[in-house]
């Protein structure tokens, strides 16, 4: 089942001689509990087409449908819902609220979209994330790591249709990010959740079903690498 379909996707700065591409006709599709990586040198396009899927910017042409909706479609106030109900965001830099506590971070745009705080769904994604004797504490308390999996739990808490995640191993060394890492295929493989890894770390974009590879933003190639089972 497709879950995600982008189609002519550009996006340009500037105009005349100053024009820049910056995405050029991108076009793929994803399917339901699929986990794709976008792979490519600085400057490829990697992050105008994350925060084009996030809704975070809007392309120059071209469409980006979720789960059926041509999200920039909508005006700005039923983009802005939409956004915190079907999409995750994972940040390289965790974007927590620094005077929120882990759970008070975690359901904050939940209750931003004034919906009633599901406690039991909130004690699983606290268990399942490891910071069950953490609940309580400020991002400021907490290790890299440990930030990052509150982001990933704040992402995952609203049951999105995809899950982008934006560098999120390369604040972090390399046995957390690991760690990190582990935990996204385990809420994609376990939770059928859709995943979307946007890295420059082409050992990490191997390990998804599917990798991306973008080049001056140009979508140059799209290999599978392994069979769903």
């Keep these: 089942m497709e879950i995600l379909r982008v189609e002519g996707l550009t ?4 105009e005349g001689e100053t024009l820049v591409k910056a995405l050029d006709n991108v076009s793929f599709s994803v399917e339901k509990g699929e986990f794709v ?3 490519g040198p600085s400057g490829s396009g990697k992050s105008t087409l994350l925060h084009i899927l996030g809704g975070v910017d809007k392309p120059t042409s071209g469409k980006v449908f979720i789960d059926g909706t041509d999200m920039h479609s909508l005006k700005e106030d039923k983009l802005a ?4 109900r079907q999409i995750g965001l994972v940040y390289q830099f965790y974007n927590l609220m620094p005077v929120l506590n882990v759970d008070e971070n975690i359901v904050l745009p939940h209750l931003l979209d004034g919906r009633k705080l599901d ?3 909130l004690d699983g994604i606290v268990d399942y994330l490891g910071l069950s004797d953490r609940r309580q504490n400020l991002p400021g308390q907490l290790s890299g790591g440990q930030q990052q999996r509150v982001s990933i739990g704040r992402a995952l808490y609203s049951h999105p249709a995809i899950l982008l995640a934006d560098e999120p191993t ?5 046995k ?3 760690e990190i ?3 996204l295929k385990a809420s994609n493989r376990d939770r059928k959740q859709t995943l979307i890894l946007i890295t420059h770390d082409e050992s990490l974009a191997l390990q998804a079903d599917r990798v991306f590879y973008l080049e001056d933003g140009r979508l140059i190639r799209d290999e599978k690498v392994r069979t769903r089972v």
Excluded: A, C, M, P
């Design 81 to 84: 819902v939409f956004r915190r």
């Design 181 to 183: 890492v582990e935990l």
């Design 37 to 39: 990586s976008v792979i």
């Design 176 to 178: 957390t990010g690991d």
């Design 170 to 174: 390369g604040n972090l060394d390399r």
């Design 119 to 121: 406690r039991k769904r």
């Design 11 to 14: 996006k340009t700065y500037g």
